[in-house]
C-alpha cells in the first residue's frame, strides 16, 4: 500500500532540501550510525534514509545494495506520517506491506523498525531504520538506543544545515567584499 503524502508535503520536501544531503558522498560518521544500529538490534541491515518527492534515498546503508528505491515501495514513506517509530513485527501481517514488492521479493522484509529524523521545524524527512528478513520484536533498551540515535543523526543534520547556510552567508560577504575593493580601486585618483 502506497503511503498518502503529508498534508505539509511541500514544506517537508523543501526542509530535507535544505539539508543539502541528497546525493552526496558516503561519509564515515553517517555509516558509523547505521552500523551502530544493525548492532544494537542484531539485524542484517540498517539504513539512514530521506524521503524525496518521488524516491527514498539512502545515506548509509548495511546490509543493503540500492542507493535509492522508489517511494511508492518504501516502508518509510509510512514512518515520517507519525510523530514517534514505526515498528512492523512481521510485515506479512500488515495490510500496508504485504504485497509490497520487497516483501514478497528479495530483500523479503518481515521486520521494520524507522525512527523519524525531524528538522528543527519539526518536518520528519527521513529514518533510521533497521530491517531483517525474519519477524521479531524490538526489545525496549533497542528502541531507546534507537531513539537517541536518531537524535544524533537529527543534531547532525541540523549542524550541517547550519554550516551550508554560514557558508553561503560568507561567500555572500566575501563577494560584496570584492566588489566594493573593485570599487574603491577604480576610484583612487592615478597618481
Excluded at 54 to 70: A, D, H
Excluded at 135 to 158: C, E, H, M, W, Y
Amino acid at each position: 500500500m502506497k503511503a498518502p503524502l503529508p498534508p505539509d508535503e511541500r514544506a517537508r520536501v523543501e526542509a530535507l532540501r535544505r539539508f543539502e544531503i541528497l546525493d552526496t558522498e558516503p561519509e564515515a560518521v553517517y555509516d558509523d550510525v547505521a552500523r551502530l544500529a544493525a548492532y544494537v538490534c542484531q539485524t542484517p541491515t540498517a539504513l539512514i534514509t530521506f524521503v524525496d518527492e518521488g524516491r527514498q534515498w539512502f545515506k548509509s546503508r548495511v546490509g543493503f545494495g540500492p542507493r535509492e528505491t522508489p517511494r511508492d515501495v518504501s516502508f518509510c514513506a509510512h514512518a515520517i506520517l507519525q510523530p514517534g517509530p514505526l515498528v512492523v513485527t512481521d510485515a506479512l501481517d500488515d495490510e500496508r506491506f504485504r504485497d509490497n514488492p520487497f516483501v514478497l521479493e528479495s530483500p523479503y522484509i518481515r521486520f521494520y523498525a524507522g525512527f523519524p529524523l525531524t528538522s528543527d521545524e519539526g518536518y520528519r524527512v527521513g529514518t533510521l531504520c533497521v530491517l531483517d528478513t525474519a519477524k521479531r520484536i524490538l526489545f525496549p533498551d533497542q528502541a531507546a538506543a534507537l531513539g537517541r540515535l536518531s537524535n544524533v543523526l537529527t543534531a547532525l543534520l541540523n549542524a550541517r544545515r547550519t554550516v551550508a547556510y554560514l557558508g553561503g552567508a560568507l561567500n555572500v560577504k566575501r563577494a560584496k567584499v570584492a566588489e566594493l575593493e573593485g570599487g574603491a580601486a577604480r576610484e583612487e585618483p592615478a597618481p
